[in-house]
């Protein structure tokens, strides 16, 4: 601790925003090639590149490049062909857009609570909720480690249910040695400036089946018909292109994954074992049995036999110019489904519930510097008064 306050005199603290991405010098390279030729559409030759590479990367034969994470799990779950009233299986823990593309294809969602230990969907949960009805179940992992695949990929396999692996925060993890988004039908993954690696806004499907791949190809660009009857349209499709740029953008982040994730890892361990000794606070473990954590985020829980609010602690750093961000609101707690009247009142979840009333976030992007993050656990300890 001597080290720290020593290196926090000699260093002046500024705004610390939740996320700070870093450009590398191939993305200015290939984005001024971009300009150079005029390429700047969703035409040009670094979207397919970019497609090539990132499904090399995460073992996968097919990818195709889309707009952002959502327009990804829409269209990855639009091309499964599901039925009105189908049900698929999501976690209620999650960003909104898990079961925004459920509702918005006239599907029913049904949710599983999350673990008090990895925040992830809880296996046991799903498999409980399977019937004859469900025919897709969307795996997310969450935050730094992914969910326990083994048993629910299996018991998929032999139901002929449909996985849709969402990995948005998940670039580059591996489950059991394997990558994460390599599993299931389908994975998709999202490239907004907080993920790994980020084209801005974009997102990626990625799939080792060729209908799938040629249907995820049409509906990102309005499923345009033949040839010689191009303005005839064949389905209800999207414009949900990636332009040319952003794709240059993601090719340069792709040549640096390795660098950005022994970054966040290194954030992560340092987090770690500066608020270790918070006795106030639960943060995660760097593994688990199957994975090391990734720390997309690092999390932070307030211990609910301290009688602290989050929103306090949350207020404090900020004055401490310190930005963080609240846990996801769960699916049945929030505003727009509760009108729709999407998921019953008696559903109860406490673990997700828990989580999100009683966790956040602090600043973890591949741009913060170290001496900020020693500044952010000597002002959560003091805030916390732990000393």
């Known amino acids: 601790m001597k080290l720290m306050k020593k290196k926090l005199k000699s260093k002046k603290i500024n705004f610390i925003p939740v996320n700070v991405p870093i450009i590398f010098k191939e993305e200015k390279i290939y984005v001024k ?3 150079n030729t ?3 559409s969703s035409e040009g030759s670094y979207v397919k590149r970019f497609e090539n590479e990132f499904s090399k990367f995460n073992n996968r034969k097919y990818g195709v490049a889309v707009s952002n994470g959502t327009a990804a799990l829409e269209i990855a779950l639009k091309t499964l062909n599901l039925k009105s009233k189908d049900e698929v299986i999501i976690p209620t823990f999650s960003i909104i857009s898990t079961a925004l593309c459920v509702v918005k294809l006239g599907l029913k969602p049904v949710l599983v609570d999350c673990d008090l230990k990895f925040w992830n969907m809880i296996p046991s949960q799903i498999l409980k909720k399977i019937n004859s009805k469900t025919k897709a179940i969307i795996i997310t992992h969450i935050y730094g480690f992914p969910v326990d695949m083994g048993v629910i990929l299996k018991i998929a396999k032999r139901k002929n249910i449909k996985i849709i692996e969402d990995s948005a925060e998940m670039i580059g993890q591996r489950y059991k040695n394997n990558m994460c988004g390599s599993f299931g039908d389908i994975s998709t993954f999202s490239f907004y400036a907080n993920k790994h690696i980020t084209t801005g806004e974009g997102g990626m499907i990625l799939t080792n089946n060729s209908k799938i791949y040629q249907k995820s190809k049409s509906l990102r660009n309005l499923c345009f018909g033949s040839k010689t ?13 990636l332009t040319n740029v952003q794709a240059a953008i993601g090719c340069g982040q792709l ?58 602690v949350m207020r404090e750093l900020l004055k401490n110019k310190i930005q963080t961000r609240p846990f996801f609101t769960p699916m049945h707690k929030q505003k727009v489904f509760k009108k729709m009247k999407i998921f019953s009142k008696k559903e109860k979840y406490p673990n997700s519930e828990f989580i999100s009333k009683n966790g956040f976030y602090l600043p973890s ?6 001496f900020e993050i020693d500044y952010i656990c000597k002002t959560l300890n003091r805030i916390l008064k732990i000393y």
């Open 33 to 35: 090639d971009c300009l």
């Open 38 to 40: 005029n390429w700047i």
């Open 229 to 241: 009857n191009r303005f005839n349209h064949d389905d209800i499709g999207w414009n949900y292109r």
């Open 255 to 312: 040549k640096n994954i390795s660098w950005i994730l022994k970054r966040k890892r290194e954030i992560g361990r340092r987090y770690s074992a500066l608020l270790k000794e918070n006795f106030k606070i639960y943060i995660q473990d760097t593994k688990n049995k199957f994975s090391k954590n990734i720390y997309w985020v690092f999390g932070v829980i307030i211990k609910p036999n301290f009688r602290i609010k989050r929103e306090y």
């Open 365 to 370: 992007g591949v741009g913060i510097k170290n």
